[in-house]
């Protein structure tokens, strides 16, 4: 069982971008999916949760309003989508699934956001 990060990149400030979180195997064995960032110089702090039994979801104030997480059940993958970035969005974004035993953590994607 693992989870895997993409879409990190290289954006403008104002600009969007969409990062994917790929579970291996069934979505729904997890309990939550989670996104995680750190930046450099500061603790990994909460973005983004989906509880994936009923879809419920948290964001950290930061960015309600312009990020959504979401998922794919047919192809395992919780997205978030992040709009309106802005330079204090530039860290190493994280996704960690949860299941009732364990926690599985990505490898992590860069994202930065230039001025």
């Known amino acids: 069982v693992q989870v895997m990060e993409s879409g990190g990149g290289l954006v403008q400030s104002g600009g969007s971008l969409r990062l994917s979180c790929a579970a291996s195997?069934?979505?729904?064995?997890?309990?939550?999916i989670s996104w995680f960032r750190q930046a450099p110089g500061k603790e990994r702090e909460g973005v983004s949760c989906m509880a994936i039994h009923d879809g419920s979801t948290y964001y950290r104030d930061s960015v309600k309003g312009r990020f959504t997480i979401s998922r794919d059940n047919a192809k395992n993958t919780v997205y978030l989508q992040m709009n309106s970035l802005k330079p204090e969005d530039t860290a190493v974004y994280f996704c960690?699934?949860?299941?009732?035993?364990?926690?599985?953590w990505g490898q992590g994607t860069q994202v930065t956001v230039a001025s």
């Open positions: 960690k699934g949860r299941t009732d035993s364990t926690d599985y």
């Open positions: 195997g069934f979505i729904k064995h997890y309990l939550t």
